[in-house]
């Protein structure tokens, strides 16, 4: 389906005008003709009266022809079925008047961030994505919008269960497609929205693993969805853009908005992450320690202040390293007597 953009004069004021002087003239024409069948002339009195009736009701078909857009707003036009073409720029306009506007999105509204609920509509969930059925127009609106999709169970590439939520910056770019290529495009994006987040979370872990390939060149490297956001969530962009290009959509962007372990393993992950820290902390305690020992034998032969033997090297060495790698303040004994 191609896009045909049409070019319609901007005189929905004048044929509004011209329509609402028509009354005054037809109800004049009935008085008329009323007035003429009264003085007995009947041959001409009768035909202005039907003449005026059904004028007086034709008259309200042009009606149905104005229409009015604002800014950002488009109307996708069909007359007896046929696609006729779409209107984009703002302004009173004057169609067709048994042209019917076309949006099977129209009653669908996407859960949007910071949208206010409206009391008439309806909600419903379809996959993860709160709809809000609302009664507005038939008007497709070309603005930014924000797709917030709730929270999803995935599990990553290394099959740990984990809760994941993204925001999608979206708009229409083609009205046609958006129109006739799918049954509803508001819809279709919230679907592959999910499809597309399934695709791109499974094969990224949840932080940084060894031996795992991210980006499909056959080497590891040390991307994850913790660590490597913007990437990910780049491709998560491109895998929605190619589902839904033929829908006539734009993705500007889309952002991770919640990461996290699922419940059932959020407490052994963050047991597993303080181990981590704590191996760390201490190898580098030890580390530090090794190295002052070290430091403070060399200073002692240097300054010979005093001969141990291999024996006292090592008790002193033991001394040191429970000084300075324990975990609580060092109880001195002080030994008054001789050193042997």
């Known amino acids: 389906m191609t896009e045909k953009i049409l070019t319609t004069k901007k005189n929905g004021m004048k044929v509004l005008i011209l329509n609402l002087l028509a009354f005054p003239v037809i109800i004049g024409v009935f008085s008329l003709a009323v007035y003429l069948i009264e003085k007995g002339k009947s041959p001409v009195g009768i035909p202005l009266v039907i003449l005026s009736i059904v004028a007086f009701f034709v008259a309200w078909i042009p009606l149905c022809g104005l229409k009015v857009l604002k800014p950002q ?30 949006n099977p999105a129209a009653h669908t509204r996407l859960a949007q961030s910071g949208e206010v609920a409206n009391k008439a509509a309806v909600s419903a969930s379809i996959e993860g994505a709160n709809v809000t059925v609302d009664a507005t127009g038939k008007k497709i609106s070309l603005k930014a919008m924000t797709l917030n999709n709730g929270r999803q169970k995935i599990n990553d590439c290394l099959g740990n269960p984990i809760e994941i939520a993204i925001a999608v910056i979206w708009r229409v770019t083609d009205t046609a497609k958006a129109v006739f290529n799918v049954d509803n495009y508001k819809e279709y994006l919230s679907l592959q929205c999910d499809s597309a987040l399934r695709n ?51 993705i500007l962007e889309a952002r991770i908005t919640y990461l996290a372990y699922a419940p059932e393993i959020a407490s052994v992950m963050l047991q597993r992450q303080q181990a981590s820290a704590i191996i760390d902390a201490r190898k580098m305690i030890v580390d530090g320690a090794v190295g002052m020992v070290e430091m403070a034998l060399e200073r002692l032969n240097e300054k010979q202040l005093v001969e141990l033997d291999e024996e006292r090297k090592a008790a002193m060495v033991s001394n040191l390293l429970v000084v300075l790698c324990g975990n609580h303040d060092a109880q001195p004994v002080v030994n008054s007597g001789s050193l042997y």
């Open 200 to 250: 791109i979370v499974r094969i990224y872990p949840y932080d940084v693993a060894t031996n795992v390939d991210t980006t499909g060149d056959g080497q590891a490297d040390e991307g994850s969805l913790r660590g490597s956001a913007e990437v990910v969530a780049q491709r998560i962009r491109e895998e929605i853009q190619s589902k839904v290009a033929e829908a006539g959509l734009e």
């Open 73 to 102: 707003e488009a109307l996708v036009l069909t007359l007896f079925g046929e696609y006729i073409g779409s209107i984009k720029e703002p302004g009173f306009y004057f169609v067709n008047p048994f042209c019917s506007s076309v």
